[in-house]
């Protein structure tokens, strides 16, 4: 059973799990030096940037994610299995060795420069957070957004990094034309937990900070609470709608956990080191929300889980909701501005 102690501060794992596409295994890392807490950032240049989302439950068309590997080291993160398609691990790789997309802008433009490309809203980012710590160094969501403002084109943002208000000055103008959508996540109200589960993320007071700033500027903010963790985080959705109502908020959502591929692993090794009185609860509750399994690729059932568990936090959110949101709607985002300055120069 691995200690707490050997979690680095900051880091959402101690190990680099073996990647299902190599032969060779994991290793424990040295929790002892100064270069096993460092982040390595590597520059890459795809060809392409948006991304077509083929899931009917994810609610959105495309995604654009300016990183890949996430500094949050957030221990669930669905994204961490995408990390060995680039040859490295779903453990501290994802969340130290961050692959940077300095291209995303220029690649946006030819996107929509493209004659054949139909106008639907963006997410930014759909898999790794736009705002993790690297954007404050790299502002390539910022660019982006300039992008997006340029062409007056509909965008949205999840995030979970307050790091989203210092482009106040873009997004204000975005959403005067109703032009972006804004969903922040916050999983839990113990800060205690949040620094475990979500070491690199925005302390909780923040990001309901950063709802109630964009809600007094009368941009619709979407609270997200998600995942819900059955005996960590679970008894929280009643109180989390009620705290998203209080900041502002339009607009409450929550899905439960589901651990793929490398991340069962990974979060059972996560619980034992931080958890060892609940490890073995919490996965069996995790395992009866996929029948047996840690997860679900099924689609408009992986988000929703089924049994009694499942059954009791659909209960719970759908009476949060009717308590603290009765009438919240999705904001419909104008598809009908898009215009390329090239085409407005032609007509000089």
């Known amino acids: 059973m691995e200690s707490g102690k050997r979690y680095k501060k900051g880091r959402g794992t101690s190990v680099n799990t073996k990647n ?32 077509k989302v083929n899931s009917p439950d994810v609610g959105m068309d495309y995604s654009l994610n300016p990183y890949q590997g996430c500094e949050h080291g957030c221990t669930y993160c669905y994204a961490r299995p995408t990390h060995e398609y680039w040859g490295y691990s779903a453990g501290v790789d994802f969340e130290q060795t961050i692959l940077v997309k300095k291209n995303a802008p220029d690649l946006l433009r030819e996107t929509f420069e493209n004659r054949s490309w139909e106008v639907k809203p963006i997410v930014l980012s759909g898999n790794t957070d736009c705002y993790q710590p690297a954007e404050k160094e790299f502002e390539i969501t910022r660019e982006l957004l300039k992008v997006f403002l340029e062409y007056q084109h509909p965008v949205g943002i999840i995030t979970k990094n307050a790091l989203l208000l210092r ?44 709802v109630k700033q964009l809600s007094a500027l009368e941009f619709p903010v979407h609270v997200m609470m998600s995942p819900a963790i059955p005996a960590m985080n679970d008894h929280e959705l009643l109180p989390m709608a009620k705290a998203a109502k209080e900041a502002g908020a339009s607009s409450f959502s929550s899905h439960i956990v589901r651990l793929m591929g490398k991340n069962e692993e990974l979060f059972e ?44 936090l659909r209960s719970q959110r759908k009476l949060a909701i009717r308590k603290y949101f009765p009438n919240q709607k999705s904001p419909i985002l104008d598809t009908q501005l898009f215009q390329r300055p090239t085409d407005q120069l032609r007509l000089f």
């Open 20 to 51: 299902r596409f190599e032969r060779l295994s994991y290793e424990e890392l040295p929790q002892d030096t100064e270069k096993s807490v460092k982040t390595k950032f590597i520059d890459i240049s795809p060809k392409s940037i948006v991304n």
């Open 167 to 210: 482009d106040l000055d873009i997004i204000e103008q975005l959403s005067n034309k109703r032009l972006i959508s804004i969903n922040v996540s916050i999983t839990t109200l113990d800060e205690a937990l949040r620094s475990k589960l979500e070491p690199r993320t925005s302390t909780i007071r923040k990001r309901f900070e950063m």
């Open 269 to 312: 090794r996560w619980l034992e080191a931080h958890f060892p009185d609940r490890a073995v609860k919490v996965m069996q509750q995790i395992r009866s929300l996929h029948n047996g399994k840690t997860g679900s690729s099924e689609f408009g059932v992986r988000g929703k889980g089924v049994g009694v568990l499942a059954e009791n």
